[in-house]
Every structure is written in C-alpha cells, then in structure tokens.
C-alpha cells in the first residue's frame, strides 16, 4: 500500500466541491483527512494522507491538480545535484511553479520554497541531477 502525505490549498471556488469523494471513487484510493481549516479569505486548507496503489494516487493528485487545487507533497523534497546538473535548463520548462528558473548568467536556479514535489523535473532531466528525498515529518497546517 503506497501513501502520500499532501498539503492542498482549495480556491475559494472549489471548497464546496466534493473533489476528494470524486477521486475516491475514479482511482480506487482512500483518503484520511488529517487537518482541514477555512481561512479568512474562504479558501480551504488541508492536510491529507492519499492510500492506493503508487499509480492510483498519483492519477489521483494530478486529477485534483487539473481542478485547480494547488497540491503540495509533505513527504518528500526536491534537492538538484549541482555535480550532475549541467544547467541544459530541459527541466525548467516543465516546472508549474517557476520554482526552477535561469538567471541572468543561464545558469539553472531552484527556489525551495515554490516547489510542489510534484517530481517533473526528475522526469525531464537527463543526467539525473534532481534528486528526491523523503521526509518523515509532515509541516503543520
Ligand atoms: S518538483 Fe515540480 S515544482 Fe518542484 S522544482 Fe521540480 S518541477 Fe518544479
Ligand atoms: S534538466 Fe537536469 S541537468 Fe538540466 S538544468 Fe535541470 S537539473 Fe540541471
């Protein structure tokens, strides 16, 4: 059984949208909802543990994703080998959330704080400079 710790932020748009009973039902994963608050300006934030064969849960993120949900992995992080990264900048493109981008001098930065784990980057690259890492501890909502 594969789980995934997530830390997702529902748009005040899609809060009364049952979008986690529909994944449940289309890709045959449970889920434990392991916090859930509103916040001031009506969006929802919570924390969620998605169980389910490895493909499952991930069709399942990316499906929650696609909706608009901004989904972060609090079981893992992104670390790039700087002795392996040739600064090709062929992940760049695929990041969603410029959280790899070039400077002035085309050389290929990661900023932490933006990144979703959602592991594109280690797909893209070809020399095998994007290391993932997982982390037992899980951020507070
Ligand atoms: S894991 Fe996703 S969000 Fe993070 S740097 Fe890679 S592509 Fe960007
Ligand atoms: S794709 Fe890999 S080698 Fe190229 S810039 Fe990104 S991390 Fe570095």
Redesign the pocket.
């Known amino acids: 059984m594969f789980t995934e710790k997530l830390l997702m932020h529902f748009p005040r748009e899609l809060v009364q949208q049952p979008i986690l009973s529909v994944v449940t039902r289309e890709f045959d994963i449970t889920f434990n909802i392991i916090s859930a608050r509103i916040t001031e300006n009506e969006e929802g934030v919570m924390k969620v543990e998605l169980r389910g064969k490895r493909q499952d849960v991930q069709a399942a993120t990316r499906y929650i994703r696609e909706k608009g949900v901004t989904v972060r992995s609090l079981s893992k992080f ?1 670390r790039i080998d700087k002795d392996l990264c040739t600064d090709c900048g062929a ?1 760049v493109v ?4 410029a ?2 981008y070039c400077d002035e001098g085309r050389a290929v930065v ?1 900023d932490k704080k ?9 797909t893209a690259c070809p020399f095998h400079a ?1 290391v993932v890492a997982h982390i037992e501890e899980a951020e507070r909502v």
């Open positions: 992104i992940c695929h990041c969603p959330t959280a790899l990661f933006k990144c979703i784990a959602c592991e594109l980057c280690r994007v």
